[in-house]
């Protein structure tokens, strides 16, 4: 990544352009929204940064094919609850046929 210094004029309606190799860069990445750029005010300064389509969306290239899907957890924690709840129900069918 690359760093660069630039010193912008701000019109009197506040607009500022984000210098052409900065948004061609931008253009560059895919995850980006065209036309769309967060601002962050930090007090002393402001912070110009791309939005990205989603965060999620944005991380999925980055980790895919680590660890196990999301819904094959939500099934295996539904079959765990639902092999629980069997136990729990044959061991109290059989205490009462013992009483």
Request: no cysteine.
């Given at each position: 990544m ?13 607009q ?23 601002i ?8 110009v ?26 099934r ?24």
């Amino acid at each position: 990544m690359s760093s660069s210094d630039y010193v912008m004029t701000v019109s009197g309606n506040g607009q500022v352009s984000i210098p052409a190799e900065v948004r061609a860069r931008w253009r560059a990445d895919a995850r980006v929204v065209a036309g769309k750029v967060r601002i962050v005010d930090l007090g002393d300064r402001i912070v110009v940064a791309p939005v990205f389509e989603d965060p999620v969306s944005a991380l999925r290239g980055k980790y895919a094919g680590r660890g196990p899907r999301v819904d094959d957890a939500r099934r295996r924690g539904r079959r765990e609850e639902d092999e629980a709840d069997s136990r729990k129900r044959t061991r109290g069918v059989s205490r009462r046929r013992t009483s």
